[in-house]
């Protein structure tokens, strides 16, 4: 049992789209990344996934409507929910969501990061 600093994971990185993980519980990882830019639209058949930001804006956009989701704030997007990150200024934030989810759900692409780095 150890704690788990933030900041200090996030520092540890500058590169952007490309989750670590930083903790597992119950058959789910928590992630650590930054965005930066659009990524792709997709979605994931069977996992939710959550989006704390811990620094600057996220907006997530999905077919009908764009959420912005600012530091301390989290969004939850549901299994089949086709949805796009897109961060126009760098972000950091954790992912918790099902240790088989694939960060590009149903696409596959130079993006695809199927082995993920523990940090």
Same mark, same amino acid.
Not at 41 to 54: T, Y
């Given at each position: 049992m150890q704690k788990v600093n933030i900041q200090e994971k996030l520092a540890s990185f500058s590169d952007h789209w490309n989750p670590r993980i930083v903790g597992e519980l119950n058959g789910q990882h928590v992630k650590?990344?930054? +965005?930066?830019? @659009? $990524?792709?639209?997709?979605?994931?058949?069977? @996992?939710? @996934? +959550? $989006? +704390?930001?811990?620094?600057?804006? +996220?907006k997530m956009e999905f077919r009908e409507k764009t959420v912005e989701v600012n530091p301390g704030e989290f969004i939850i997007v549901p299994r089949g929910v086709e949805h796009r990150p897109v961060a126009d200024e760098e972000v950091e934030l954790l992912l918790f969501e099902p240790a088989s989810t694939l960060n590009t759900g149903n696409v596959e692409n130079e993006r695809t990061r199927k082995e993920l780095e523990k940090i």
């Open positions: 650590a990344t930054k +965005l930066k830019g @659009e $990524f792709i639209w997709h979605h994931h058949d069977h @996992e939710d @996934e +959550l $989006f +704390l930001v811990i620094k600057g804006k +996220l």
